[in-house]
């Protein structure tokens, strides 16, 4: 902060801050920055840290080979992606499935509509779709989404899924024109790298990403960065009148899956109840 202080005292007419290396993931000191300083907008790219020097090299490369003077990050799926087809051939091979439900949803609305409707029966769903996240953070691409008002949710999914400390926390990804309403700060995070306090009034309504200090390490949501997490938050929003839903990493105890391998693998030595694999649904019968 004495870092940040300085900064804003030299170039005063300067607002927007950005920041990279390993401290740029402290998501609780990120959250202070914008009350504590002249700076009102703070961007973290979502590999901060040494995996970042790839990002610019890459950056680097563009801006010197492809005659491009400018670089715009809204999204943080650039790893591998798997289509349908690819995905209904591991899932026929992997014989431990057979014990299961499966079922194939083509409309993507319908398949939303599934989604949200085991999400309001209290299921936990290991999600996958689209590309690996670049960085740390599950953004909705490789994620465990609940529903953030059950109250034991958090010791449910410590205990069960993750199998780690219980003060471990959960993040709630927020349809970002909603965040005024239930959070102090308003501000875009699509890279999970804030934490915010959480309005007073409504913390009691999620439970089970509200910090014990009243804070969220909130990711914020949009339609055009990811359609069908956003579409699938919204539907939820007008169901609860909650704009939100509690993202952890699709892990147990190793890196975030990749794969719709190694997805059904965490799938099946963790207590999930539904395994989402793009258009395709795994549930315990």
């Known amino acids: 902060f004495n870092i940040i202080a300085h900064l804003g005292k030299k170039y005063p007419e300067k607002k927007q801050l950005c920041m990279a290396g390993g401290c740029a993931q402290n998501s609780l000191a990120n959250g202070k920055i914008t009350n504590n300083s002249s700076f009102n907008e703070v961007w973290v790219q979502p590999a901060a840290g040494d995996a970042g020097g790839a990002l610019g090299a890459a950056i680097m490369a563009q801006l010197d080979n492809f005659n491009c003077s400018t670089f715009s990050m809204t999204s ?9 087809d690819s995905i209904a051939k591991t899932i026929s091979k992997d014989i431990r499935l057979n014990s299961f439900t499966l079922k194939s949803i083509i409309d993507d609305n319908d398949l939303e509509d599934e989604i949200v409707k085991n999400i309001l029966g ?15 953070r599950a953004l909705g691409n490789r994620s465990i989404i609940v529903d953030p008002r059950i109250d034991n949710m958090k010791e449910l999914l410590n205990q069960k899924i993750k199998k780690r400390e219980g003060f471990r926390p959960f993040a709630p990804s927020v349809m970002e024109d909603k965040v005024h309403e239930w959070f102090e700060n308003n501000e875009k995070v699509p890279f999970m790298t804030h934490v915010f306090k959480i309005k007073k009034e409504k913390r009691s309504y999620i439970p089970a990403v509200t910090h014990i200090d009243g804070t969220g390490r909130l990711q914020t949501v949009d339609s055009l960065s990811n359609k069908r997490y956003y579409n699938i938050i919204s539907k939820f929003f007008e169901e609860t009148g909650i ?3 509690l993202n952890t990493s699709f892990n147990e105890n190793e890196p975030i ?24 649904i795994i549930k315990r019968k």
Do not use: Q
């Open 122 to 136: 209290g299921k936990v769903i290991g999600f996958f779709h689209g590309g690996f996240e670049w960085g740390p």
């Open 257 to 280: 899956v990749n794969s719709p391998h190694e997805a059904i693998n965490c799938f099946l030595r963790t207590d999930m109840d539904v395994l989402v694999l793009n258009n395709y």
């Open 243 to 245: 704009p939100m839903i």
């Open 76 to 84: 943080a799926s650039l790893g591998l992606s798997y289509d349908n």
